[in-house]
Each structure stands twice: as C-alpha cells, then as structure tokens.
C-alpha cells in the first residue's frame, strides 16, 4: 500500500521503518527541515522501561497541591480557560484511582518491554550510533517519604515483569561514583539493569537516514491543513509549502504521529483524543570533569528530573508545565534545574555554557499513548507517547505496522486504541 506518514519525530521515523520493512510504499510529511527537531530535539535521553509509573498515581493530587504557587514546581498546572485543558485535567484525577494506576502501569510496561527488545533488533540490525549506553538506570532519593512512596510502585512493576532492585546510598555510589558527593542527602534507590539511554534526535535523523536508503520519500518544510474524508475513509491530506503552493496527497492508508499537534487536525474530522500539550524543559552541558559527571543514567523522582550521559554532554531534562501550545522557555525553571545539577555534581559540566531548550510532550491523562485504527478506515494513529516517546518509539511503530498490514500484532493493542 501507499501510506502517508504525518510527521517526523522519533514515533513518525520509527512508524515509517517498520511500515518500509512491511513492504509499503511510505512517505513522511513534516513541517521542518529536517526530521526530529521538535518534541524528539532535546529529551531526556532515556530508554526507561523502569519509569512506567504514569503521572496520573494515587499520589499526584497531593503532590500538585503541595507545589501550588511555585514557579519551579516539578509539576505545574497554568489554569486557562481552555476547555481541553480542563477535559484532560478531570480526566487526570479519574486516571490517578489506585485501580486505573494499576492498570495502566502493565499496559506502559507491556509497550516499553517489547519496545526496547524492538530497539536492540533494529540496532543490530542497522548498526546505528547514538550515543547509546547500557548501562541501566538508577533511581535516586534525598527525602524518606519519596522513597517509601517509590518502594511501592517497585513492588507493582515488579509484578509486571521490570525489576527495580532496591539499593542502599553506598550501594547507588558504587554504580554511579559521581553521586559520591551527594552521598549525605541520599536515603536510597533503586537500579533498573536492563535500561539504557542515547540521543533521540540522533537516532531519529539517523533512522531516517536508514529510511531514505530502504526507499522511503520525504516531504519536509510542508504545512498540512487539513485531513480530507469521505464516504467514511480519508481521500487525501491538504498540503502547502513555498515551493509548489497548495496541493493534495493520496495514499491507501494515513497516519498521524504529529505529537501533541496530532489533536488539531483529528478534530474537524470528529475524532478528539484526550492529547493536551505538556512543556517539558532540558539542559545540555558540556562535560568538564569526566569522572564527575555520571555515566550511569539517573532518575530524581522527587525533583522529576532525568539525567543522561550523551558522549562528553549531559542532559538533564523533566518537570511538566500545562500551558496550552505556549513554547516559550522560563527562566525559573531552567535556574530550578540548573541549581539541581550543581548541587549534585558541583564538577560535572561547564554550567555557563549549557544550553536550554523546551519542548510540548504530547500526553494523555493516562500516560498510555493512542496507536492504532480510527473511526475512518484508513486513518491510524500513533501519538501521544507524553514523557516516554523514546521509551516507546520502536516498539510503537512496529505495532502500528502490523495493524495498518492487516497483521495480529506480538502486543495486544487494545490497551491503546483510539476507542478505548
């Protein structure tokens, strides 16, 4: 079949490889130059199987009161009168019940497990660089009742098949020395052997350069405006670029991977996933003292921050501010970030030469991403990945592929139809 693919973030590249490896005829349209420089640019880093526990927990609503009023709250609520915002939002609290957070932590560790399997095949496969590291994920603790808190939701996954071993502060300094010098604050962890890290904007262009080699076109600098239907189907996607104006591409079958944008063009066509942009923010710093920066990827949960060795860079990316579709970066929260790095590793980088970037995660009040058919026949949709896009990029896009082939997926998709 012809099948069109909106968008080129890391989910829309991997769609398009496992679509091209099906045997389609694949194009992707996107509204930049180049694949991967929006949400995909700038992440976190993080291949994080061991991060399944959605933001929408038992635990959520306590901790947003408790940031309320704080600029530099990891978490950060700017009420709107913006109807979808405030639709996600109660959607959100019904999505933070012990037995909705249950649920949907197995239906995340599902997708990320197959996923990172799909990721290292791919990799063997293609031989592609990354600036990718095995060297698991440590999640790290400076308050006692966080980590109590944690230490449940380790239980949990455990269950599910993704083991969180508990570890003392000695035990986390022996894996990642470069925490030595927080060692005081530190009350206890946990250590994900199986997890892994890399640049997703590099895999992303790189993957797409795979893509272009197995035949797959590329339509870059487009705007599209519109999803045109009719007698149930999609019969085309209008396009204009500045190069040939306006026009209209057909194929047999269309998918959406635009992110937290996927929403604006799905609406006049009566489809409205709960997809609501969240502005997450980063750092990258170049690397000073090599033995004083980590190696090993960390998690801070209670500041809701990642960290990732990529090369002699590191980047440090989280926090969540919903706020509409503004992409603008604030300064407070970078200065919150910046202050959390220098306290834990003093040494690690060149502060004054990092540099800030911010980027709209596309969530779902669930965390589960929507992948799969529509109600038009041949429209598909694989989108709202929120904070784990990396995570579940490969495993995502092979999954959508099989479904647009007509083929019984290794992964039940029901967890993340449309129509859920």
Same mark, same amino acid.
């Given at each position: 079949?012809?099948v ?5 973030g890391?989910?829309?590249i991997a ?6 490896q099906a045997?389609?005829?694949v194009t992707?349209?996107? @509204?930049?130059f180049a694949p991967?420089l ?5 992440n976190g880093?993080q291949?994080s199987v061991s991060h399944?526990?959605?933001w929408a927990?038992?635990?959520?609503i ?7 009023g704080? =600029?530099?709250?990891?978490?950060l609520?700017?009420l ?8 996600w ?5 019904? =999505?933070?019940?012990?037995? @909705?957070?249950?649920r949907?932590i197995?239906a995340?560790l ?5 996923? @990172?399997?799909?990721?290292?095949? +791919?990799r063997g496969?293609?031989?592609?660089e990354?600036?990718?590291? =095995? ?5 790290f603790y400076?308050?006692p009742a966080?980590f ?6 380790v239980?949990?996954?455990a269950?599910?098949?993704c083991q ?12 990642e020395p470069?925490l030595g010098h ?6 206890g ?11 997703a904007?590099a895999?992303t262009q790189?993957?797409?350069a795979?893509?272009v080699?197995a035949?797959?076109a590329?339509?870059?600098n487009v705007?599209?405006?519109a999803? =045109? ?6 019969s085309g996607v209008?396009i204009a670029?500045a190069?040939?104006?306006?026009s209209t591409?057909?194929a047999d079958a ?5 992110g937290?944008h996927s929403p604006?063009?799905l ?11 969240v502005?997450?923010?980063s750092l990258t710093?170049?690397?000073a ?6 190696h090993?990827s +960390?998690?801070?949960d ?6 990732s060795?990529l090369g002699q860079?590191? @980047?440090?990316?989280?926090t969540?501010?919903l706020?509409?579709y503004?992409?603008s970066l604030?300064a407070?929260r970078c200065?919150?970030i ?7 590793f003093?040494?690690a980088?060149d ?7 911010c ?8 965390n589960l ?5 529509? +109600?038009y026949?041949n429209?598909?949709l694989?989108?709202?990945h929120g904070?784990l896009g990396?995570? +579940?990029a490969?495993?995502s896009g092979r999954?959508?592929?099989?479904l647009?082939?007509?083929r ?9 139809a449309f129509?859920r």
């Amino acid at each position: 079949m012809k099948v069109i693919v909106l968008g080129a973030g890391v989910v829309g590249i991997a769609s398009a490889w496992y679509l091209r490896q099906a045997g389609h005829e694949v194009t992707v349209v996107d @509204r930049q130059f180049a694949p991967g420089l929006e949400t995909s640019f700038a992440n976190g880093g993080q291949i994080s199987v061991s991060h399944a526990e959605p933001w929408a927990n038992p635990h959520a609503i306590a901790q947003i009161l408790r940031w309320l009023g704080r =600029e530099d709250a990891p978490l950060l609520f700017r009420l709107r009168a913006d109807t979808a915002q405030w639709r996600w939002g109660a959607r959100f609290l019904i =999505e933070c019940l012990p037995w @909705r957070t249950r649920r949907n932590i197995a239906a995340i560790l599902r997708l990320a497990l197959y996923s @990172r399997t799909a990721l290292k095949a +791919l990799r063997g496969d293609t031989g592609i660089e990354y600036d990718h590291a =095995e060297r698991g994920i440590l999640h790290f603790y400076t308050e006692p009742a966080q980590f109590e808190l944690a230490q449940s939701a380790v239980r949990v996954m455990a269950e599910f098949g993704c083991q969180r071993l508990l570890k003392t502060p000695q035990e986390l300094v022996a894996i990642e020395p470069a925490l030595g010098h927080a060692l005081s604050r530190i009350v206890g962890g946990d250590y994900a052997a199986e997890d892994e890290s890399g640049d997703a904007c590099a895999f992303t262009q790189r993957l797409a350069a795979h893509c272009v080699e197995a035949g797959v076109a590329f339509r870059t600098n487009v705007t599209v405006n519109a999803i =045109e239907s009719a007698g149930g189907a999609v019969s085309g996607v209008q396009i204009a670029d500045a190069v040939h104006g306006s026009s209209t591409l057909t194929a047999d079958a269309y998918v959406v991977a635009l992110g937290s944008h996927s929403p604006k063009l799905l609406r006049p066509l009566g489809l409205n996933p709960l997809i609501y942009p969240v502005k997450g923010y980063s750092l990258t710093i170049p690397v000073a003292d090599s033995d004083a920066a980590p190696h090993v990827s +960390l998690t801070d949960d209670e500041h809701k921050l990642v960290f990732s060795r990529l090369g002699q860079r590191l @980047r440090v990316a989280g926090t969540a501010e919903l706020n509409g579709y503004n992409n603008s970066l604030n300064a407070a929260r970078c200065a919150a970030i910046l202050k959390r790095v220098e306290d834990l590793f003093p040494r690690a980088g060149d502060f004054r030469g990092a540099t800030r970037w911010c980027g709209l995660r596309p969530a779902t009040p669930s965390n589960l991403p929507c992948i799969g058919a529509t +109600l038009y026949r041949n429209l598909f949709l694989n989108c709202g990945h929120g904070t784990l896009g990396w995570t +579940l990029a490969c495993g995502s896009g092979r999954l959508l592929a099989d479904l647009v082939s007509g083929r019984a997926p290794d992964v039940d998709p029901a967890a993340y139809a449309f129509t859920r």
